[in-house]
């Protein structure tokens, strides 16, 4: 594999979840399962490809949101590369895995986007990093993750708690997950419904969502079709925090995000 193609799938992630900056993809711990043979559904290094990806807005007057775009993806021993976020293992073995993560959560609001949303303040992007880990059974894959804002933008945090069910026969990938998504109230007000006093109007109140609780559930499948080509589709749900989906600017009850692409591997 040349530096090149290297470059190629970084740039074209990096597009990929910038276009999209607004959807809340993962795909779990599908980097665990990564094995380097040509049936593996989840193969080791880098996948370049085009996907299909589309969800609900967010805010109040925003369109839902359909993009056909390339994309890339990277699972190596040590290293998963996914667009916006990253892990570094520093353990991996067949009980337990050890990471370290970091993520640029892009902005999410722009008041320009809707009438509606005139005099909001725009919610810019921030840099976030936390650590990881991951109980390895051979049922389930269950995941605690923390992430803090580091680059003073929003200020917030978010735990997630997570259980992956990996079912893999043969060249087929089969994976629903499920967990809670904890926010602090300032990464919650930030990009999850918050209006300050300064942003209030008669028809838009001022709003506190406090820390947020959010169920939230998945499914991640992929099929490869030969040594060189896969398919992959995820689809995930979250059920917003009553604090979230009653904030005067927040448009659903959740949000839901499904994405499906073609790529090919080395």
């Known amino acids: 594999m040349t530096l090149n193609r290297n470059a190629l799938a970084a740039l074209s992630a990096l597009w990929l979840f910038s276009t999209c900056a607004a959807a809340e993809v993962d795909l779990g711990s599908m980097d665990i399962l ?3 043979n040509p049936q593996s559904p989840v193969p080791k290094g880098f996948v370049v490809g085009a996907a299909a990806l589309g969800g609900q807005a967010r805010y ?3 369109d839902n949101s359909a993009y056909f775009i390339p994309g890339g993806l990277y699972f190596g021993d040590n290293l998963m590369y996914l667009g916006d976020r990253a892990r570094y293992y520093f353990r991996l073995d067949d009980n337990v895995a050890l990471y370290g993560y970091g993520r640029y959560r892009f902005g999410n609001l722009d008041p320009s986007d809707a ?3 005139h005099g909001m303040d725009k919610r810019k992007g921030e840099f976030e990093a936390g650590i990881g880990g ?5 049922y389930a894959l269950l995941t605690a993750r923390f992430a803090s804002d580091v680059t003073g933008r929003s200020n917030g945090q978010e735990l997630l708690l ?3 069910f990996p079912i893999v026969r043969d060249n087929l990938l089969v994976m ?3 967990g809670m998504m904890i926010r602090s109230h300032n990464m919650a007000n930030y990009y999850f419904g918050g209006v300050s006093k300064e942003e209030a109007t008669p028809q838009r109140k001022a709003w506190d969502t406090g820390t947020t609780f959010s169920p939230m559930a998945a499914v991640v499948t992929s099929y490869r079709f030969s040594p060189h080509w896969l398919g992959l589709f995820a689809a995930n749900y979250e059920l917003y925090d009553k604090d979230i989906a009653d904030s005067p600017i927040v448009q659903h009850s959740g949000e839901f995000y499904v994405i499906a692409g073609v790529g090919y591997t080395w």
């Open 115 to 117: 009438d509606f949303l």
């Open 162 to 164: 997570w259980a992956d």
């Open 176 to 178: 629903p997950g499920m």
């Open 34 to 36: 990564a094995r380097d």
């Open 60 to 62: 109040k007057d925003q």
């Open 134 to 138: 991951t109980i390895i059974t051979p």
